[in-house]
């Protein structure tokens, strides 16, 4: 199956959306209220910024948004 722009652009949405998921779900079994606000300022909370679980799914979630941000960018171009 060969893969577009479009179908790339699709994947990679439905990949962070995966992965934030994750990452609050891994969030949560360390602070049970925290929302999607506070895994995007984890620096506010001892407990995940020195969790190395969450540190790890919170890098590829980095990751993940990084290469959104450069395929938007190259695209513009």
């Known amino acids: ?13 439905e990949m962070v959306a995966h992965q934030q998921a994750k990452v609050l779900k891994v969030a949560r079994e360390l602070i049970p209220d925290a929302t999607p606000e506070d895994i995007r300022n ?8 020195t969790d190395s679980l969450f540190n790890y799914e919170d890098g590829i979630l980095t990751g993940y948004l990084s290469i959104q941000t450069a395929l938007r960018n190259r695209n513009k171009a």
Do not use: G, R
């Open 1 to 13: 199956m060969p893969l577009d722009e479009a179908s790339i652009t699709l994947l990679l949405e």
């Open 42 to 49: 984890p620096q506010d909370f001892p407990q995940l910024s």
